[in-house]
């Protein structure tokens, strides 16, 4: 991208944008909030249609909570240039997170999304398991093609399913444009998520589009080798918490936490503190957390019949 990136004041926090290019002369783009130096780093994949200025929501939380929030604009979104071919897997952000995370001499982490931003905090977690401590999923999405989601009953599946499937386009519009006429009505959080989907979508909305693709047409929870553990935050009034209460009893890696709200509620108003506790708690006991995951998959491992070995070094999806 040509010139350095201008501030931008967001939920009352200047944001400052860093740009680096990536092998394949791509521009990542990527904002910091909260404590500029910590020995806590929190890795904040934002939701699909946002961008990096996401966690800005979190920056005074941090801030106290004594914890560095890194957020990058992922392929296509805000600053960051888009895929160089069609062909495009969750891991494409995780690769750009590595090159972040080695600019900022960054060698361990927490990874954590909400909504759609949850399936790459995963992904980056597969990727790089030795530096990463836990992940924290904040209103995840649904994976349609786990077990899981097929415990969810028949009505809740057909009714996501069209709206996931082939209305995903107009849900998507009639989504920001809620956002919008409450933003018009004076409310200051639908403001805000105003100026994160225009600054998400100055590339236009195709890698927003894309995405809802990635996490709801692909798998990415069921058997898979986790070399920490999960925890999900997930709103009372969320859609998909039938399907997370659901992964969470059928799976060894994941804890769920319900708290107050919605889908959106999440993210902009009451889970920053949590998130950062359980940041915390991740970071001050990583050895108890590696000493849980074999015998968590191991545990998965037997439900499902999978045979592994070297789960310890797992770092590809």
């Not at 290019?21 to 904040?44: K, M, P, T």
């Not at 009953?153 to 082939?166: H, K, Q, T």
Request: hydrophobic share 45%.
């Amino acid at each position: 991208m040509p010139g350095p990136v201008p501030p931008v004041l967001i939920a009352g926090v200047e944001a400052i944008t860093r740009t680096v290019r990536s092998e394949d002369g791509r521009e990542i783009a990527w904002c910091e909030f909260g404590a500029s130096r910590a020995d806590c780093v929190v890795l904040w994949f934002h939701s699909g249609g946002s961008c990096r200025l996401e966690a800005a929501l979190g920056h005074a939380v941090a801030m106290q909570a004594g914890v560095k929030i890194v957020c990058i604009d992922r392929p296509g979104v805000g600053y960051t240039s888009p895929w160089k071919t069609s062909a495009c897997d969750l891991s494409d952000p995780a690769r750009d997170a590595a090159v972040v995370l080695r600019v900022l001499g960054i060698k361990r982490h927490i990874t954590a999304g909400f909504s759609a931003g949850a399936p790459h905090a995963l992904a980056a977690l597969r990727a790089a398991p030795e530096a990463t401590l836990g992940t924290v999923l904040v209103n995840m999405t649904a994976d349609r093609m786990s077990h899981a989601w097929k415990r969810q009953s028949m009505l809740m599946r057909a009714f996501a399913g069209v709206l996931l499937g082939p209305l995903r386009k107009s849900v998507l519009k009639a989504g920001v444009n809620a956002v919008r006429r409450d933003a018009a009505r004076g409310s200051t959080s639908a403001r805000t998520l105003v100026a994160l989907l225009e600054e998400g979508g100055r590339q236009g909305t195709a890698a927003a589009e894309r995405e809802i693709g990635l996490c709801y047409d692909h798998a990415w929870v069921e058997g898979d080798l986790f070399a920490r553990h999960a925890l999900a935050l997930h709103g009372e009034r969320d859609p998909n918490l039938g399907f997370v209460r659901k992964l969470a009893e059928s799976t060894a890696w994941l804890s769920l936490e319900t708290v107050p709200g919605g889908h959106v509620d999440g993210v902009a108003f009451g889970v920053w503190k949590r998130v950062c506790e359980a940041a915390r708690g991740f970071s001050a006991s990583p050895n108890a957390a590696a000493d849980e995951a074999p015998r968590a998959t191991e545990q998965q491992n037997k439900k499902t019949g999978v045979t592994v070995s070297n789960i310890n070094n797992e770092s590809t999806i």
